[in-house]
Nanobody
Framework: QVQLVESGGGSVQAGGSLRLSCAAS????????MAWFRQAPGKEREGVAG????????YYADSVKGRFTISQDSSKNTLYLQMNSLKPEDTAIYYC????????????????WGQGTQVTVSS
């Protein structure tokens, strides 16, 4: 069955960096477009970064542009999110998402979610 397993979360001070990974299994990696979402306490889940159909075009939430970088290694079936210059407002649970091709994006159709990894940024 499809599994998305995130890792790399943790606690850092403001200005620090973390690299999240999402290991995908149970399907052909290119079947879906991949993305990262996050959900902070009391807030709705929001799209952070992702790929549109194909592996070149990306999108980022305005709040993370210039600080976060999404990448993927199809040979390893793994999605990454490099997060630099972290801010306390980046504190959230970060989720990996596999989205329906052709309906990718922050308001796209997500077919599978990972279990999430906690990121906590202290000031």
């Amino acid at each position: 069955q499809v599994q998305l397993v995130e890792s790399g979360g943790g606690s850092v001070q403001a200005g620090g960096s973390l690299r999240l990974s999402c290991a995908a299994s149970g399907y052909t990696y290119s079947t879906y477009c991949m993305a990262w979402f996050r959900q902070a306490p009391g807030k709705e889940r929001e799209g952070v970064a992702g790929f549109y159909t194909g592996s070149v075009d990306t999108y980022y939430a305005d709040s993370v542009k210039g600080r976060f970088t999404i990448s993927q290694d199809s040979s390893k079936n793994t999605l990454y999110l490099q997060m630099n210059s972290l801010k306390p407002e980046d504190t959230a649970i970060y989720y990996c998402a596999a989205q329906q091709r052709g309906r990718c994006g922050p308001r796209g159709v997500t077919k599978y979610w990972g279990q999430g990894t906690q990121v906590t940024v202290s000031s």
